[in-house]
């Protein structure tokens, strides 16, 4: 059995008490999980991205010649999709 099949195993026989704990303790465990790290290497990654400059330009060349077609999103926006 692998460490992982081990690790795995145990998880699965925690209580659920227990596994809340674990899962409150994962990003430390695992930075990877931790969705602001992820943005943060991803906002730091300097290699090009000629296909995504190419669509940010022309949102911007969009919203410049016609900036109403851009209307600002509110916070009842966001709270609709929850």
């Not at 303790?25 to 290699?47: F, K, T, V, Y």
Request: charged content about 30%.
């Amino acid at each position: 059995m692998s460490t992982v099949q081990e690790i795995k195993a145990a998880i699965q026989t925690l209580p659920p008490a227990e596994r809340k704990k674990l899962i409150a303790d994962l990003p430390a465990l695992l930075p990877e999980l931790d969705g602001e790290a992820a943005w943060d290497r991803i906002i730091g990654d300097a290699r090009p991205r000629p296909a995504l400059s190419a669509l940010l330009n022309e949102a911007e060349a969009e919203s410049r010649r016609d900036p109403a077609a851009f209307a600002e999103t509110s916070e009842a926006e966001f709270d609709r999709h929850l």
